[in-house]
């Protein structure tokens, strides 16, 4: 199997759920949070933007977020893919919590890589147009980036991003220098 085939076999699950839950009622799908003058609500080291999965708009649960989890894990044995001086490293992971670890970079450097990947895959401007599934193919949230015995970590909710979102974050890691990138 390649990278592609492993992410989408992890996001098509979760995707078919979130599909579900967001069109199961009137909802907002994917907001962001926002200040009360209508510009993204950002924190952290990173000043990171922050999406909920579904706000109703109608019923009892109107105006409360509703966060859609993964039902189900995909179980396989860590799989390792050489790509030019560095490898990936995929062990069994969900959609909407995706533990990154990135070795061979700085704080500084991951730090100049993820924020603007992120925000790329984030949709500041709310530009996406709905997919045929509702959703607007957005990342929805990122830890602080987090010491490991041997690089720098991150978690992220992938919300209805792409595959190749992540192959995305992947190839920028690689490409400034990162000798490898574990996924799960």
């Known amino acids: 199997m390649t990278i592609s085939e492993f992410l989408t076999a992890v996001r098509t699950p979760y995707i078919a759920t979130f599909a579900r839950v967001a069109t199961h009622v009137v ?6 949070y926002r200040q009360s003058d209508g510009s993204l609500a950002v924190e952290g ?15 009892i649960t109107a105006g409360q ?22 490898e990936v490293v995929l062990s069994p992971f969900v959609w909407d919590w995706t533990p ?15 924020q603007p990947w992120f925000l790329k895959w984030f949709d500041t401007d709310d530009e996406n147009v ?3 599934d509702g959703l607007f193919g957005v990342v929805h949230f990122m830890s602080e980036l987090e010491r490991t015995k041997e690089g720098w970590r991150v978690t992220v909710d992938l ?20 000798y490898q990138v574990r996924v799960g």
């Open 27 to 32: 909802s907002h799908v994917e907001p962001a």
């Open 45 to 59: 080291a990173l000043g990171l933007p922050c999406r909920v999965d579904v706000i109703p708009m109608e019923g």
């Open 65 to 86: 977020t509703i966060r859609v989890d993964s039902e189900t894990r995909l179980k396989f044995e860590a799989v390792t893919f050489a790509s030019g001086a560095g």
């Open 100 to 114: 990154l670890e990135v070795l061979g970079l700085s704080q500084e450097a991951v730090s100049n890589v993820i």
């Open 130 to 132: 709905p997919t045929e």
């Open 159 to 178: 919300g209805s991003s792409p595959v190749n979102a992540v192959e995305d974050f992947l190839f920028r890691m690689l490409d400034a220098g990162a």
